[in-house]
């Protein structure tokens, strides 16, 4: 597993039993549970998927919660409070999987570091698996700084920086992209809470539009209507507990049309020329 990439998801949820029966209606989820904790994996073709397990009393985040993988999870504590954040939960350990962090980046945004033993299955890339993840933050210069010293990313502006400012945080070396952040925009109401937003995909044989029908027909409500973009037809809906997530089929890719010569041949005409 590489340092600096999504390793896994889970989601704290007030009703586990109406979450999974809510993810597993809309992407075939089946379910294990953990010997101990009530703490619940969720497999996409056998593999793990996603983790469920009740919320606290207290908690008041609907949110995904992101978890990025590192060499070494004391120090990446340390690391996160030198750099502006704040440790939601200290490096704690697990059976043989590894050990587990939660922290607030500066912005307020929860994230989660795993320092796995060894070999660790996330099922990505295939229909209900993790497909991205991009920060929705207030301040996109702050959290570029914060994630880039804490794993070297290299930054892409896709945007315009001002009406639509989104990075893309790719691995050193690498070419792929493996995380975005977006900087909420005038349409975000002013008390909007940072957070990660995930994106599952859906696939071409079912497609956004029908996966967003089926999570209404659950119990969802639907956040925006499906529309097209660079990355894929996306869709943002909202599980019965109130968690947002991205529905994505990234076979569906929008391309910007360049007008061809032909058909720009009527503007270029001039009208005056015999």
Known sequence: MQFGT??????ATTDPKASRDFYGG?????????TSGGYVTALADDVPAAGFYRAPDTETNNAWTLYLAVRDGRRTAERVVQLGGRIVMPPQRFDSQGSLLVAADPAGATVGFWQPDGGWPFATGTRGEFRWAELNTWDGDAADKFYVDLFGYQLEQIGDGIEFDYTTW??????????????????????????????????????????????????????????????GRFSVVEDPSGTAFTLIDTSNRYTPHAPTEDELGSANDDPYDD
Do not use: K
């Not at 005038?186 to 071409?204: A, I, L």
């Open 26 to 34: 809309l992407f075939g989820w089946q379910y294990r549970a953990n």
């Open 170 to 231: 790719t691995l050193p070396g690498a070419r792929t992209p493996v995380l975005g952040r977006m900087t909420f925009g005038s349409d975000f109401p002013p008390g909007s809470v940072p957070h990660w937003m995930v994106h599952f995909e859906v696939g071409e044989a079912l497609g956004t539009d029908e996966a967003a029908v089926l999570a209404v027909r659950l119990g969802g409500r639907l956040l925006s209507e499906p529309a097209n973009s660079p990355f």
């Open 6 to 11: 999504p390793c896994w998801i889970d989601l």
